[in-house]
Nanobody, 120 residues
Framework: QVQLVESGGGLVQAGGSLRLSCAAS????????MAWYRQAPGKQRGMVAV???????NYANSVKGRFTISRDNDKNTVSIQMNSLKPEDTAVYYC??????????????WGKGTLVTVSS
């Protein structure tokens, strides 16, 4: 089993910054990718940013130029620096990872989420 634990959420004013982090622990052979998703009230969960094991990244159009995802492969952590935050960024942010076991099976895991609230 693998556990993902997020940290860093909170309340921030519009235009401010927050940094979220997620640490993966448990039975990990390799993490293929790590990502951040978010879910605002009444909306579906959607991908915010993803980073692969070789460092390739992809972002939702709504956060390009404002958010930066990074990871530490040695520590099995992923972070997202969120700048120029807007009220519409308010959501529960979830860490997501695809983890491969030594026998070759890959499974997808989710953290419990951390709330980010951006006030106007």
């Amino acid at each position: 089993q693998v556990q993902l634990v997020e940290s860093g959420g909170g309340l921030v004013q519009a235009g401010g910054s927050l940094r979220l982090s997620c640490a993966a622990s448990g039975s990990i052979f390799r993490i293929n990718y790590m990502a951040w998703y978010r879910q605002a009230p009444g909306k579906q969960r959607g991908m915010v940013a993803v980073i692969t094991s070789d460092g390739s990244t992809n972002y939702a159009n709504s956060v390009k130029g404002r958010f930066t995802i990074s990871r530490d492969n040695d520590k099995n952590t992923v972070s997202i620096q969120m700048n120029s935050l807007k009220p519409e960024d308010t959501a529960v942010y979830y860490c997501n990872a695809e983890v491969a076991s030594i026998d070759g099976y890959a499974m997808n895991y989710w953290g419990k989420g951390t709330l980010v609230t951006v006030s106007s």
